[in-house]
C-alpha cells in the first residue's frame, strides 16, 4: 500500500523560504521510473504542478517556478523535499505529493498525500 | 492560468446523467497525450477517477467513463449520486509549455 504525507511549516512571512518534506511508504525512488511530485491548490482554486523528481535523480519544474523552485530526494530516508524561495501571499495554498510513474503514455498522478495547508503572511 | 477550460459548475438530479468537458488545443490533448480525471472530495485529496482518457482504476464505478476526441475530453456520470457531489479535474501534458497541466475544475451539484 502506497501512502505518502507532507510535513512542513504552516505559516511563513513573505520573501522566506519554504521547505516541504514528502514521507512516504510502500514505494521506493530506488525502483526504476518511480517519481514523487508536488502539485498545489489555492483555497477554492485549481490544481497546479509545481516539480516532479524521478528515482534517476531526473527533476522537472514548472516553467512558470522554475527559478523558485527546487527538488531533491532522500532515498534511504523515503523522503522528497521541495524548497521554494521568495514566498508571497499568492502561494498561499494546500500542497500535496503526489506517486508519479514515468512512461511513454504519460500515466497520471496516482497516490496523493493529504496535503498540507501553507499561509503566506507576516 | 490553466490551458485546460472546464466549466465552472455541472448539477442534476439523482439518477440523471452529466457529462464535463475538458478543452485543450494542439500542443496537449490534440497533441495525443492522455488525459486523466480527478475527483476531489471536499476537504480530501484529489483521487484518479479516469486514467488513460477512458480506463477506470480498481474501486471506481462503473457509472464514470471518459472519452477523448481531438482536442477535447469529457467525463460522464450516469445515474448520479449524492456522493458524486464534488470538484473534477482533468489533467494533461503540455508539450509547448513542458507542464503538467491541469483543468479550471468544475463542481457538481446533485440537486
Known amino acids: 500500500q502506497i501512502t505518502l504525507k507532507e510535513s512542513g511549516p504552516t505559516l511563513v512571512k513573505p520573501t522566506q523560504t519554504l521547505t516541504l518534506t514528502c514521507t512516504f511508504s510502500g514505494l521506493s525512488l530506488s525502483t526504476s521510473e518511480v517519481g514523487v511530485g508536488w502539485i498545489r491548490q489555492p483555497p477554492g482554486k485549481a490544481l497546479e504542478w509545481l516539480a516532479l523528481i524521478y528515482w534517476d535523480d531526473d527533476k522537472r519544474y514548472s516553467p512558470s517556478l522554475k527559478s523558485r523552485l527546487t527538488i531533491t530526494k532522500d532515498t534511504s530516508r523515503n523522503q522528497v523535499v521541495l524548497t521554494m524561495t521568495n514566498m508571497d501571499p499568492v502561494d498561499t495554498a494546500t500542497y500535496y505529493c503526489?506517486?508519479?510513474?514515468?512512461?511513454?503514455?504519460?500515466?497520471?498522478?496516482?497516490?496523493w498525500g493529504q496535503g498540507t495547508l501553507v499561509t503566506v503572511s507576516s | 492560468q490553466s490551458v485546460l477550460t472546464q466549466p465552472p459548475s455541472v448539477s442534476g438530479a439523482p439518477g440523471q446523467r452529466v457529462t464535463i468537458s475538458c478543452t485543450g488545443s494542439s500542443s496537449n490533448i490534440g497533441a495525443g497525450y492522455d488525459v486523466h480525471w480527478y475527483q476531489q472530495l471536499p476537504g480530501t485529496a484529489p483521487k484518479v477517477l479516469i486514467y488513460g482518457n477512458s480506463n477506470r482504476p480498481s474501486g471506481v464505478p462503473d457509472r464514470f467513463s471518459g472519452s477523448k476526441s481531438g482536442t477535447s475530453a469529457s467525463l460522464a456520470i450516469t445515474g448520479l449520486q449524492a456522493e458524486d457531489e464534488a470538484d473534477y479535474y482533468c489533467?494533461?501534458?503540455?508539450?509547448?509549455?513542458?507542464?503538467?497541466?491541469f483543468g479550471t475544475g468544475t463542481k457538481v451539484t446533485v440537486l
Open positions: 503526489a506517486h508519479k510513474v514515468r512512461s511513454t503514455d504519460w500515466p497520471p498522478f496516482d497516490y
Open positions: 489533467q494533461s501534458y503540455d508539450t509547448s509549455l513542458s507542464d503538467y497541466v
